[in-house]
């Protein structure tokens, strides 16, 4: 059974940074990724991570800010140089496979995501 609970939004003003992590359960050999929402947008795609973390993907507008890593029962979003823009809810997502995507539809597992709100 998979399980995901995402932790570490929170307030942070333009140029800062924060930590989000998701404690995943059941994710052995499926890849992993984070989404986000604004608010009245629809949910998109933000980065992937392989089953055993050697591939990755970004969105363009995350590229060179944000990292994705996984390690043993834990999925973490490091965000550097937040924009006014990166505000939104953040999700954990899992997929059955084990091979990177970054469409909505190939996820089947996602948490209840959490709150980053970036300040001008």
């Known amino acids: 059974q998979v399980q995901l609970a995402e932790s570490g939004g929170g307030f942070v003003q333009a140029g800062g940074s924060l930590r989000l992590s998701c404690a995943a359960f059941?994710?052995?050999?499926?890849?992993m990724g984070w989404f986000r929402q604004a608010p009245g947008k629809e949910r998109e795609f933000v980065a992937a991570i392989s089953w055993n973390g050697g591939t990755t993907d970004f969105a363009d507008s995350v590229k060179g800010r944000f990292t994705i890593s996984r390690a043993g029962n834990s999925l973490f979003l490091q965000m550097n140089s937040l924009k006014p823009e990166d505000t939104a809810v953040y999700y954990c997502?899992?997929?059955?496979?084990?091979?990177?995507?970054?469409?909505?539809?190939?996820?089947?597992?996602w948490g209840q995501g959490t709150q980053v709100t970036v300040s001008s």
């Open positions: 059941g994710v052995t050999f499926k890849a």
């Open positions: 997502a899992a997929r059955e496979g084990p091979a990177i995507r970054g469409s909505l539809s190939d996820y089947t597992y």
